[in-house]
């Protein structure tokens, strides 16, 4: 959906007793995402939740998961102001994430790169999740791009 006027667009770290928002959120949209214990949790409003995520904590890194945006909020860069934000605060620590072919685009234009070098922890969890979907991984941190020049 396009929008008449432009958004006024907010980002905010959840509080762990805060964290309720967001499921709330996914399940008003019938969305599987999970929250899991460790994650922390980022949102961006308008002024309502518009737009969430989890970051987990791995390997002196964080592993991106549970992005969602509103289906009509879809296209009106949430995501990409949220995902900004946040490769800002985390400027020089690596974001991995895993997500469909179709979506590679999306992510690169934001400085994501495909790769293989992953914590032991994703590897195995990119092979168990690749058994069952296509699934592609991806990182913001260089040595992620110089491993695809290898």
């Known amino acids: 959906m396009t929008h008449d006027t432009p958004l006024t667009l907010t980002v905010q770290h959840l ?3 805060q964290q ?8 008003s949209h019938n969305s599987p995402m999970r929250i899991t214990p460790q994650a922390q949790t980022w949102v961006v409003r308008a002024p309502n939740i518009i737009t969430g995520l989890c970051l987990s904590p ?3 890194g964080y592993w991106l998961t549970s992005l969602f945006t509103a289906p009509q909020y879809r296209f009106s860069g949430a995501a990409r102001f949220l995902l900004e934000h946040l490769q800002l605060i985390y400027q020089d620590t690596p974001i991995w994430l895993f997500c469909h072919p179709d979506l590679g685009s999306f992510y690169r234009k ?3 790169r495909e790769t293989q070098d992953l914590p032991q922890t994703l590897s195995q969890r990119l092979q168990r999740y690749q058994q069952h979907k296509l699934l592609i991984a991806m990182s913001n941190h260089p040595l992620a791009e110089k491993s695809q020049l290898t």
């Open 20 to 27: 309720t928002l967001l499921r709330k959120f996914y399940r």
């Open 15 to 17: 509080a762990k007793e």
């Open 110 to 112: 934001l400085g994501f």
């Open 58 to 60: 791995i390997d002196q």
